[in-house]
């Protein structure tokens, strides 16, 4: 941009870009897709390249929960009440092939998918899942929150 | 000492209570008559035996009315260094055992395991509840009579069938 002092655009393009940006994600880990989060999440493939890099330890800071590792059916509860404290705009991951669709279980403790109980924006299968997975997961949500619908205070409701 | 005394040691002492004696992958199994069970582990958790130590209980549902749930349990003595395994077959109707957690304390919540997953009673637990499963959920998983596939969800979950 040199000899310019100003640049256009759009508001909604310019607030997806930085939303995009800063995800803070709350990672909701319950099985052994964690350690695929930890080398994700960890210097080898960095998440922080991607603008992830900042972990909130309380969903009440977060923008984006991860799903990562079976739910039963006896901690559904707790992950619609860790959703609902999330604060809007917020975006879902589901990590793995037990969060997508229960996995290998099939069962009297499984959810068959944690869709059932939050809803999800992007799914990453694999049991567990690559890192390059992971990213590229994480890649295609930054996509949809660019292009999305920007909802913020001032915007006028339907 | 070889495990062969140490089954006629068992045979010897335990006399009527023990059922029959078998043998699993070079492992000596002594089935015990159910309604002998507490004593005879009462005396095999004293010396000569010294089984200190449970190391795990279980239960298996062979379906049957007659000695439908085999009770599982793995002893291990630190001073003689041997493990044992001894079963133990209840009915189907209204299956009920003693509980062993005045012998060994960690028989508590393995014993409410076998209770929430199989639903054999132990008699005289002094905590007998559901441990795995949630308050309200109906029927015993494990038993080969729960429906396959049966889930008993919290809270209402969006249907995509």
Redesign the interface.
């Known amino acids: 941009m040199s000899g310019l002092d100003f640049m256009t655009t759009r508001f909604e393009t310019a607030l997806g870009w930085g939303r995009k940006f800063s995800l803070f994600h709350y990672p909701f880990i319950t099985a052994c897709c964690g350690m695929e989060y930890m080398s994700t999440a960890c210097a080898h493939f960095d998440i922080d390249r991607f603008g992830a890099g900042l972990t909130r330890f309380s969903p009440r800071q977060a923008d984006l929960l991860l799903v990562v590792g079976t739910i039963t ?2 901690l ?2 707790v992950l ?1 009440t860790v959703y609902d404290q999330m604060l809007e705009p917020k975006w879902v991951i589901a990590f793995g092939a037990c969060a997508v669709s229960g996995g290998i279980y ?4 499984v ?3 944690v ?3 939050v809803p999800v924006d992007i799914y990453i299968p694999g049991c567990p899942p690559r890192p390059e997975m992971v990213l590229d997961g994480l890649m295609k949500l930054q996509d949809k929150i660019q292009h999305q619908k920007q909802d913020w205070r001032w915007a006028k409701k339907p | 000492m070889g495990q062969e005394t140490l089954i006629d040691e068992i045979r010897t002492k335990l006399g009527a209570a023990v059922e029959s004696v078998s043998e699993s992958c070079g492992d000596r199994v002594v089935t015990i008559r159910p309604q002998a069970l507490r004593p005879a582990m009462a005396a095999l958790r004293e010396a000569p035996f010294d089984f200190a130590i449970l190391l795990d209980m279980t239960c298996v549902d062979f379906s049957e009315p007659a000695g439908r749930f085999e009770l599982v349990y793995h002893l291990y003595s630190i001073s003689r260094n041997v493990r044992l395994r001894l079963k133990a077959s209840v009915a189907a109707a209204d299956p009920a055992v003693e509980t062993l957690v005045g012998l060994w304390k960690n028989a508590d919540w393995l014993e409410r395991e076998v209770f929430d997953m199989f639903g054999v009673r132990f008699d005289g637990h002094p905590y007998l509840r559901r441990l ?3 308050e309200g959920f109906e029927g015993h ?1 494990l038993r080969k009579s ?1 429906p396959w ?7 209402r ?4 069938d």
């Open positions: 059916h006896k559904a509860p619609r099939q069962n009297y403790a959810v068959q998918g869709d059932r109980v | 795995l499963t949630y998983p729960y596939r049966l889930a008993q969800p919290r809270i979950l969006k249907d995509k």
